[in-house]
């Protein structure tokens, strides 16, 4: 099992920059596929970015390709979001999440942290 703990998010403008994190423990963190998540007031949770466990592998929403970037330090069990360029409709709680696969369905996942809020103002 893996628990997982986000944080770093904030209240921005747009064309700011912000690195969220996601901390985790589990002695065999270093094997699982980790992506971000995101959901806006009234919205569907939207699939943002998935990393493999080696960090050699990623996938990007069409809607954050090229600004965001995800990442992981295994030895720190740590999975990172680097959000560049951000725009107001970036706006949501965002989730990071622990499975098995390089899936981009929320049902891929089986472990979730509580979330970290972002807000980019106009």
């Known amino acids: 099992q893996v628990q997982l703990v986000e944080s770093g998010g904030g209240l921005v403008q747009a064309g700011d920059s912000l690195r969220v994190s996601c901390a985790a423990s589990?002695?065999?963190?270093?094997?699982?596929?980790l992506a971000w998540f995101r959901q806006a007031p009234g919205k569907e949770r939207d699939f943002v970015a998935v990393?493999?466990?080696?960090?050699?592998?990623?996938y990007y929403a069409d809607s954050v390709k090229g600004r965001f970037t995800i990442s992981r330090d295994n030895a720190k069990k740590t999975v990172y979001l680097q959000m560049n360029s951000l725009k107001p409709e970036d706006t949501a709680v965002y989730y990071c999440?622990?499975?098995?696969?390089?899936?981009?369905?929320?049902?891929?996942?089986?472990?979730w942290g509580q979330g970290t809020q972002v807000t980019v103002s106009s």
């Open positions: 589990g002695r065999t963190f270093s094997r699982y596929v």
């Open positions: 990393i493999d466990w080696s960090g050699g592998s990623t």
């Open positions: 999440a622990a499975g098995t696969g390089m899936g981009n369905r929320g049902a891929d996942f089986g472990s």
